[in-house]
């Protein structure tokens, strides 16, 4: 794991930590000792700081996005606007964690993370060996995926997709129709329910939206208020 934290006491407790829950963790200070150290040797997670000297966080992403770097990133940020949430994802982060956070639920969304780019044990159901397995197309609301390529289409346009939006569309398609509620949508594409009180969700359900949505058509995300969310065309 590749740790960017330009807060000495941060880093130091959170590599502590890590180091303890067995993670072997490699600690740098800013966006370019991040850069240099991830090309020296790619990491299997990398936990970025957002607000770093010279190059933040958001820049980290961006320019590994930029070279094909499909590491999974989980971003650390002290900006709790939906804006800012919403430009860490753009630079192609998987998951966010709001400061002063709880170390328990670093390591939680660390551990999705690493379960979800990883491959399903042999005989056993899953994304990653479902998507190595299947050759076919799924469709559903006027929404085209190719599982294998990681593509996805909406009446002939392509979608720009992270990993968790094409995951989270997935499971939208293969229930279109059937509303999903908050529990089995965490459960199914983190692998833990954040509780009530996270946003996470709501997040990337509305970028989710912003990449799907066109002009003159219409909505295929529903909120169903006090559930969750359904897949529709109306």
């Known amino acids: 794991m590749l740790l960017a934290e330009d807060d000495r006491a941060i880093r130091h407790a959170l590599e502590r930590a890590l180091t303890l829950e067995g993670y072997a963790v490699t600690a740098v200070a800013d966006g370019v000792e991040a850069l240099a150290q991830a090309h020296r040797t790619p990491p299997d997670v990398l936990l970025l700081d957002v607000m770093m000297p010279g190059i933040d966080g958001l820049q980290v992403c961006r320019v590994l996005r930029a070279e094909g770097v499909r590491t999974p990133i989980l971003m650390l940020t002290a900006l709790v606007e939906t804006a800012d949430r919403i ?24 551990r999705a993370l690493l379960r979800r780019t990883s491959p399903a044990p042999a005989g056993e159901p899953g994304p990653a060996r479902d998507a190595q397995l299947s050759d076919r197309q799924i469709e559903g609301a006027g929404i085209r995926m190719d599982l294998q390529a990681r593509r996805a289409w909406r009446a002939g346009r392509e979608l720009e997709l992270t990993r968790t939006e094409f995951e989270l569309l997935e499971l939208l398609v293969r229930n279109a129709g059937i509303v999903l509620d908050h529990a089995t949508i965490y459960d199914r594409i983190w692998g833990y329910d954040f ?13 989710l939206r912003r990449k799907l949505d066109a002009p003159g058509a219409p909505q295929l995300i529903h909120t169903v208020r006090g559930v969750g969310y359904v897949l529709r065309e109306e």
């Open 87 to 110: 430009a860490g994802l753009d630079a192609g982060a998987d998951d966010y964690v709001v400061k002063p956070f709880d170390v328990e639920e670093v390591f939680a969304r660390l």
């Open 195 to 207: 509780g009530p009180g996270s946003k996470n969700l709501a997040v990337y359900v509305g970028y």
